[in-house]
């Protein structure tokens, strides 16, 4: 029944083509096909960030304001707790971006997964009702239960305990807190900040260059200590962006990123690039909509970002039934990727072939889009195969 609803909502809302979609399934093995040539990995990067992203500009102030320590012993004397309030400006009026992160008590210099999140901060900071953050966990109100039931229990909040118990430490940031993640407000902020027109960032970089900006500053810090982007969905592909800009970022762990992320756009299965600029003009460059309709004009595709990550770690996370997300597209951009980058190495045979140890690593599970138990357990096989931290709890 909850199903049935759940579907009946979505089509409501106007989102039947994921509905469709939903009770197909990715092919493990589909036939090898090839994108847009790459013969010079660097000047196909470029095109596509002409064509979909956007010129990637670096905020102009990334200026620490404040840094408080709100716990030194949370989750059963696990993780230090900090907050950390920068004043963030690409050229507009100054705003404070809020950064928490936590630290293994046992292992202060811990890598870190730098995650950009769905939700506020205090909602992901939290055991039940109880955070060592101040006011109320925000809310999808009587959806969230919804939500979290076809999403995934770790759609808000991660496992926090198993990856502190890992030898993680983990930052969260809500990106929409700088700009909008709303077409209309969205695109009102970033004509504001770099002006109205055509060939100017989406949201997607911007939010990845929160990420990027935070990196530098810890490696500031800390030069030895591995960074880690993390995101599921459309922050999946901020931690692609991130990645490929970043220096200070080491690797990605990019979770059904789809469409402007890992998967292929010139030929390809569910969610396209139409589709995208219908409901989230906000994310993409104005200019992607030259290629709405004729996606095979695109200069470039997905497995120029890959190569452009290149040689740090990428994982590449996949459900076969989230077709919309297509786990197809994002293993023939990684095959290509790997093909032209002498970097990288990508040894799956199928989707689910899971290769933690290779530079590419994709991972496909049975289900949909969201973020279950299993995700997880895959993105810290992924990580200790690559950064390599000790357990501290048994």
């Known amino acids: ?10 089509i409501a809302l106007g989102f039947s083509a994921p509905a469709r979609v939903i009770f197909k399934q990715a092919d493990l093995t589909p036939p090898f096909s090839a994108p847009a ?3 010079n990995p660097a000047a196909s990067f470029a095109s596509l960030e002409r064509a979909i992203y956007g010129p990637f500009t670096s905020p102009q102030i990334f200026a620490l304001k404040t840094k408080e320590t709100l716990s030194s012993n949370w989750l059963d004397g696990r993780a230090k707790v900090e907050r950390r309030e920068y004043s963030v400006s690409h050229g507009q009026a100054p705003q404070r971006v809020e950064f928490i992160i936590l630290t293994p008590v046992a292992n202060p210099n811990a890598p870190l997964i730098l995650s950009q999140n769905f939700s506020s901060n205090r909602s992901i900071i939290s055991k039940g009702q109880t955070s060592p953050m101040a006011g109320e966990a925000r809310s999808m109100g009587p959806l969230g239960g919804i939500f979290a039931y076809f999403f995934g229990r770790y759609i808000v ?13 983990f930052i969260t940031v809500h990106p929409p807190d700088y700009v909008a993640d709303r077409s209309k407000r969205g695109t009102e902020q970033l004509n504001l900040i770099f002006g109205d027109r055509r060939d100017r960032p989406g949201a997607l970089t911007v939010w990845a260059s929160l990420t990027t900006a935070l990196a530098e500053d810890l490696k500031a810090e800390q030069p030895d200590r591995a960074l880690i982007a993390y995101g599921h969905s459309r922050y999946g592909k901020t931690a692609l962006l991130a990645a490929a800009y970043g220096p200070s970022v080491d690797g990605a762990i990019a979770h059904q990123s789809g469409t402007a992320g890992a998967s292929l756009m010139r030929d390809k299965q569910g969610e396209s690039l139409k589709n995208i600029l219908r409901s989230y003009p906000h994310w993409l460059t104005p200019m992607a909509a030259d290629y709405s309709s004729h996606p095979k004009s695109l200069p470039s595709d997905a497995h120029a970002l890959l190569a452009a990550i290149s040689p740090k770690p990428i994982f590449l996370g996949n459900a076969r039934r989230d077709v919309w997300s297509d786990p197809e597209g994002a293993y023939q951009a990684a095959r290509w990727a790997a093909a032209h980058t002498p970097e990288q190495f990508f040894s799956a045979t199928r989707l689910d072939d899971f290769k933690p140890t290779d530079n590419i690593t994709i991972w496909t599970r049975p289900g949909t889009h969201g973020v279950v138990k299993e995700d997880w357990s895959a993105f810290l096989e992924f990580l200790n195969a690559h950064f390599q931290p000790a357990r501290f709890h048994d």
């Open 1 to 10: 029944m909850l199903f049935t609803l759940f579907l009946g909502i979505v």
């Open 37 to 39: 040539k790459m013969e």
């Open 157 to 169: 909040r991660p496992p926090l305990e198993d990856i502190l118990d890992n030898g993680y430490g």
